[in-house]
């Protein structure tokens, strides 16, 4: 049985002020029957993770780079991210994707990276509204998964969201139905490149616009393991609110 994860990116948002906010969602969670994910900037990284230690929540990085070390000013590798605390990493987010120019080799690398180093994988895939209109999403997805998952996965290391770029902080949520359609393919192309046993083993997370009003909904749908929440996991109160969503399911 996969366990449910609620996982929330905090993307550039946050200073030290919303430490307590962490402090809040761990005393309301003192022990969550999913798995509770905050990954915060980078400057709050090591600082969430004292914060949170002893504590049921875990703590993950929003990117790595695909080196080990050397002259790559900004950027942080996985193993320091794992130095700091960090248990999980986000990669192939839309915004990495259409802001860096990131494409399937460049996440499949630090994907690698990642592992190598202990660190679980959140791959993030999704289409653009005009993939969509086009029919063109599975297609899309398709490639993303081929692309971006490297062979070494299993469902220890690896989890993959799957976040209509169009939904991602729009409020526009696609149907359902659309939803489902996307998760059964992806848990279909996992079965079919990995085998049964990892490829039901890893988690599909759902992500864009997810708020407590409609978690519920989108958790019933098939083959969603929990979500990738954005703007809604940044307040405690709101973050429980799917959290509580997802538990009851």
Not at 16 to 35: G, K, Y
Not at 127 to 153: H, M
Not at 194 to 202: I, M, Y
Request: aromatic content about 4%; hydrophobic content about 40%; charged content about 20%.
């Amino acid at each position: 049985m996969r366990r449910k994860l609620a996982a929330g990116n905090w993307k550039m948002n946050g200073t030290a002020t919303a430490l307590a906010e962490l402090e809040t969602l761990a005393r309301a969670f003192p022990s969550p029957s999913v798995d509770v994910l905050i990954c915060p900037p980078a400057t709050l990284l090591h600082r969430a993770a004292k914060a949170l230690g002893g504590t049921d929540i875990a703590v993950g990085g929003q990117d790595c780079h695909a080196a080990t070390s050397g002259a790559h000013t900004g950027d942080i590798s996985a193993d320091m991210l794992a130095d700091a605390g960090a248990t999980s990493v986000i990669l192939g987010h839309s915004e990495r994707r259409e802001d860096y120019g990131e494409q399937n080799d460049d996440i499949r690398a630090k994907a690698r990276a990642a592992m190598d180093v202990g660190l679980k994988t959140v791959i993030c895939v999704g289409e653009s509204l005009e993939q969509r209109d086009a029919a063109n999403t599975l297609d899309i997805i398709g490639g993303q998964l081929s692309g971006s998952i490297p062979d070494q996965s299993t469902g220890e290391n690896l989890v993959v969201a799957y976040e209509p770029i169009w939904a991602i902080g729009t409020g526009k949520v696609p149907t359902l139905n659309e939803i489902g359609e996307v998760h059964d393919f992806i848990r279909a192309r996992l079965e079919r490149r990995f085998g049964e046993g990892v490829g039901r083993s890893v988690r599909l997370l759902y992500g864009g616009s997810v708020k407590p009003t409609n978690a519920s909904d989108i958790f019933a749908v098939s083959n969603v393991d929990g979500a990738l929440v954005g703007g809604a996991s940044l307040k405690a109160l709101d973050f429980s609110g799917i959290i509580d969503a997802l538990s009851k399911v």
